[in-house]
């Protein structure tokens, strides 16, 4: 304890370096860069998906996404009613409903009760 005394005694004692050596240390301000402009790359060939929409007899709007000419998901909107949306997550070309395991619950009946 007694050696560590003389040691921050010495270190509080040096003076730091004064704020104009260390701007002079630093290098000059540059001039700012202009930023360039966006580029777009130009989608070759059928990369970007194209969405069908047509409405059904019914007054159901029927929107088809697809993607290289291939058909992936299918967004039904009802006349009356919730959209849902129906997608080939296997990539077999069966479509299925992911929103049907939120909506649906089991049911619970009290049939009858004694003590």
Known sequence: MNALVPLLLALAAQDPAPPAEAAATEPAAR???????KVHATPEGDQLPTVSIRTEGNGDKDEEYRQNGVLYMVKVTPERGVPY?????????KFNRDDVAEHVAPVYWTIYEWD
Do not use: A
């Open 31 to 37: 001039e700012e860069d202009p930023i360039p402009e």
């Open 85 to 93: 949306y129906l997608m080939d997550t296997d990539g077999n070309g």
